[in-house]
């Protein structure tokens, strides 16, 4: 018998041992199974969040390529009163700034507000079915959350707003004060620009600081919310599972539910700030891209191969931004090879004419021709292509003295012999040589390393590379002493015969040897002839002359 009961519990023991061996396979196949499909699905979910950051954000990126190109290129458009009007900081904000303000819209918002979507519909979906009841208790606090939001949003929308304006600001009072710091620092104001800086600087960071402040109210609101949705889960729950409607195990994955859903809520604060701020940003650059002060362009403007003859017929001018006429009934007219000298006052007008010729502005009333044709009817790309403009007020960019000059010609050919000849007659040549790295010399924003005189040939210099058929010359011989002034005239005289040239300034010398003279005082012509001629009248060109002459005696 006894031995029978140890065969039996023998028999019992081996059938144990075997279920005990097959359920620990079980076990270990399903979590070995589990931990695969987990690292299956970590693959997955990866690779598609991979493809989505691919999509969207490089999507964003090339959108937002697009647009500093959209608003670089309608900048460009623009007449030269719009950037009279705007400060160089806040058009430089807003293609900066802004524009990365829009992308951050354009790709981690609409990226973040797809998954906040597809998570939130999905673990909804679960707990409704798991139990429809206790998912209604435990959303009850989104109301109250969506009306948080929708308030904080308009106030962060103002505050965005004062904060990109107050960014403007501050970028246009820095480029102000490095582009003047030559003046700054002879004028010994660097500690009144330093104070200046700190209150900007402040205001900006109150600014920033309160949209800081009202930022920070959507986490803690958010994570009130979701914790008070978790104390719902738990007390509901727990009646329903005293109640045998629900057991532990629902309860338990309500709270990973619920914790899913933290991410999202949380994003949603993130993401509406985000929108503001866009829309904010947005709105300034759309400022400017509905601005329309363009030069009007017809679609299909002559083009003119070759100038023979300018003529201004009863041309007056009055500036949008200031209401001031700077030109009254203005008539002259001009043919190739032929010089006219313009003399006058400061602010008699006598740079709007060159701004008229090169269609920087439409005069208010007449017409300037260019061979018989109305200058608003013809190519505009293809009249400056053939005009060498010098402005009074000399620009060169930070590069170079040889790619300075080369700027003159539109594809930029390294003709090394075309560059030194324009230099020499510019009366520049041998300045560069004495100069280190001479034409490879790096010039400084603005030309900083350079005298005024020695900035002013250059930009003659780049002028004359181009072989204009209408050069300009406006008021750029003024840092220039008389000798030189001189030379480069004498320089120049064969090239004036092969173009129709216009030589602007305050100095009789400057204009003596055109062949014809106009004299400038508050927009109109008071008298015009040769030098000879001008002298001989005895009126306000031989008044000036003779001022001028006493002036250099002294």
């Not at 009841?133 to 009850?140: G, K, M, P, R």
């Not at 045998?244 to 809520?265: A, H, S």
Request: hydrophobic share 40%; glycine share 4%.
């Amino acid at each position: 018998m006894p031995a029978i009961v140890d065969h039996a519990a023998d028999e019992i023991s081996m059938i144990y041992e075997k279920k005990l061996s097959s359920t620990q396979n079980d076990l270990w196949d399903t979590g070995l199974n589990l931990a695969l499909l987990y690292l299956v699905y970590a693959l997955v979910n990866g690779f598609f969040l991979f493809l989505t950051r691919q999509t969207i954000i490089v999507m964003s990126r090339k959108i937002e390529y697009d647009l500093k190109n959209e608003i670089f290129n309608h900048y460009q458009s623009l007449s030269t009163s719009f950037f009279k009007k705007n400060n160089t900081g806040d058009l430089m904000n807003r293609i900066s700034e802004d524009v990365s303000k829009v992308r951050m819209y354009l790709g981690p918002a609409i990226m973040y507000s797809l998954n906040v979507f597809v998570l939130f519909v999905m673990v909804i979906t679960f707990m409704f079915n798991k139990n429809a009841e206790l998912t209604i208790y435990v959303l009850a606090p989104l109301p109250i959350l969506s009306f948080i939001i929708y308030k904080i949003s308009s106030v962060i929308n103002l505050k965005s707003e004062i904060t990109q304006r107050q960014q403007s600001r501050l970028s246009t009072f820095v480029q102000e004060a490095f582009s003047g710091i030559r003046v700054l620092k002879a004028y010994n104001r660097e500690n009144y620009f330093q104070n200046e800086f700190t209150q900007e600087t402040e205001n900006y960071k109150r600014a920033a600081l309160g949209l800081a402040f009202v930022n920070s109210f959507f986490l803690p609101a958010i994570v009130l919310l979701i914790g008070l949705s978790t104390v719902l889960t738990i007390y509901i729950g727990g009646i329903k599972t005293i109640n045998q409607e629900i057991d532990y195990g629902d309860i338990l994955q309500f709270v990973f539910y619920i914790n899913f859903l933290t991410w999202p809520f949380a994003s949603i604060g993130w993401v509406t700030s985000l929108i503001q701020r866009a829309a904010a940003s947005q709105k300034r650059i759309n400022e400017f891209l509905d601005q329309n002060e363009k030069i009007h362009v017809l679609k299909n403007a002559k083009k003119t191969a070759n100038i023979n003859s300018i003529s201004f017929n009863k041309v007056s001018f009055t500036y949008e931004h200031t209401n001031i006429q700077a030109l009254k009934n203005i008539s002259f007219s001009l043919n190739k090879g032929q010089t006219l000298g313009i003399i006058g006052k400061t602010g008699s007008g006598k740079s709007t004419i060159a701004s008229l010729l090169s269609r920087l502005y439409d005069p208010s009333e007449g017409i300037v021709r260019i061979n018989d044709s109305n200058l608003n009817e013809l190519d505009l790309e293809n009249i400056r292509s053939k005009i060498g403009y010098v402005p009074q007020d000399v620009f060169l960019f930070s590069d170079s003295i040889k790619n300075n000059i080369l700027f003159g010609i539109n594809n930029h050919l390294n003709d090394d012999q075309k560059v030194i000849q324009a230099a020499v007659d510019a009366h520049i040549h041998n300045d560069i040589m004495e100069f280190p790295n001479q034409y490879d010399t790096l010039v400084g924003e603005r030309g900083v390393t350079l005298s005024g005189g020695q900035k002013q040939r250059i930009s003659i210099a780049r002028a004359l590379i181009r072989e204009p058929e209408i050069l300009i010359l406006d008021d750029c011989l003024s840092a220039v002493d008389t000798s030189t002034e001189n030379t480069i005239l004498k320089n120049l005289k064969p090239l004036l015969k092969k173009s129709i040239s216009i030589i602007i300034g305050h100095r009789i010398s400057s204009v003596s040897l055109s062949d014809y003279i106009l004299v400038f005082e508050n927009g109109e012509i008071i008298e015009q002839g040769n030098h000879q001629q001008l002298l001989e009248n005895k009126n306000h060109y031989y008044e000036i002359h003779k001022k001028q002459l006493i002036d250099k005696n002294d």
